[in-house]
């Protein structure tokens, strides 16, 4: 079993950034791949950044050059840096982690970007 709580959402202006940051309840050396998607309303939900358990990391084409995923097993942790923000950010962010077959899902945080 491993509980996720994410952090760090929050209104931003175009360009802007913000660091959203998700803590686990156990090791995140013994989690498979972790990584951050998004739902906007009315739509489903998309993957944004995958990073695995040797740092391994892969991005959606959408936010590749402005988003970086990373991870620090120190705090079992994993960020995600977003820079350059533009309105179609705005969602929820949700932290995912798979760990020998199962899958669980933090309760998420919105990012909104307006002007």
């Known amino acids: 079993q491993v509980q996720l709580v994410e952090s760090g959402g929050g209104l931003v202006q175009p360009g802007g950034s913000l660091r959203l940051s998700c803590a686990a309840s156990?090791?995140?050396?013994?989690?498979?791949?972790m990584g951050w998607y998004r739902q906007a309303p009315g739509k489903q939900r998309e993957l944004v950044a995958l990073i695995s358990s040797g740092g391994v990391t892969n991005y959606a084409g959408s936010v590749k050059g402005r988003f970086t995923v990373s991870r620090d097993n120190a705090k079992n942790t994993v960020y995600l840096q977003m820079n350059d923000l533009k309105p179609e950010d705005t969602a929820v962010y949700y932290c995912n982690a798979h760990r020998y077959g199962s899958s669980y899902w933090g309760q998420g945080t919105l990012v909104t970007v307006s002007p």
């Open positions: 156990r090791s995140i050396l013994s989690i498979n791949l």
